[in-house]
């Protein structure tokens, strides 16, 4: 048996055409029932984490996490369109940089800028 990568993200929504639309307007992910977005080769990280840690909120099953081709520019981008953007030194390491931000119903995303 061979997986070759992720075939999609399922998750429930409140209002499941306006998330689709915040995610294609602020992250151009063709996101939606008919969206099939096409990503760019790279590596992907698969981690259980133990249930109490800090890393995320612990009431969240999960993080997405998103691989970002220069973070600088969109996170001014959100900025301006009033997302709140969060940043900590510790999160700018050996594997990249990190920021947070949340889409419109509260998940919370981590946007990972590779090391160049």
Do not use: C, K
């Amino acid at each position: 048996m061979t997986i070759s990568g992720i075939g999609g993200l399922f998750f429930r929504s409140r209002d499941p055409e306006a998330r689709a639309a915040w995610y294609r307007e602020h992250l151009g992910i063709h996101a939606g029932q008919d969206g099939m977005w096409e990503q760019d080769a790279g590596m992907t990280v698969f981690a259980p984490f133990p249930a109490d840690s800090d890393y995320f909120d612990t009431e969240q099953p999960f993080m997405l996490n998103l691989r970002v081709i220069e973070l600088d520019e969109l996170v001014e981008r959100l900025e301006r369109a009033g997302i709140a953007v969060e940043r900590r030194p510790e999160w700018d390491t050996e594997y990249g940089r990190f920021v947070r931000v949340h889409d419109p119903e509260g998940l919370p995303l981590e946007l990972w800028e590779l090391p160049s």
